[in-house]
């Protein structure tokens, strides 16, 4: 089985920062991209940042400048550094691993957390 377990989430005022942190534990031998994605109530669920395991990143276009992503391959582990918060960036946060093994490809979820930016 897989695990993946996101932390960090919280209430934090407009123009101030969060960390999350997520991760992954259980039968994963080749992690190739790890993933945080956000869904507001209402809306579907939405890429935010990746990054490979080579180190290449990728954030959407309302998030850059403003998050990084992290990773820490020996512990399957990845970091979501999020500053100067807006209120538009309140939703559920779920951390995705994808794995790459003799071409099939196979992704995981973790339970997500929630963020709330709001005065």
């Known amino acids: 089985q897989v695990q993946v377990v996101e932390s960090g989430g919280g209430l934090v005022q407009p123009g101030g920062s969060l960390r999350l942190s997520c991760a992954a534990s259980?039968?994963?031998?080749?992690?190739?991209?790890m993933a945080w994605y956000r869904q507001a109530p209402g809306k579907e669920r939405d890429l935010v940042a990746a990054?490979?395991?080579?180190?290449?990143?990728n954030y959407v276009n309302s998030v850059k400048g403003r998050f990084t992503i992290s990773r820490d391959n020996a512990e399957n582990s990845v970091i979501l550094q999020m500053n100067s918060l807006k209120p538009e960036d309140t939703a559920v946060y779920y951390c995705n691993v994808g794995t790459l093994v003799q071409s099939t490809w196979r992704e995981y979820w973790g339970q997500g957390t929630q963020v709330t930016v709001s005065s």
């Open positions: 990054i490979t395991n080579s180190g290449s990143t």
């Open positions: 259980g039968s994963i031998f080749s992690i190739y991209r």
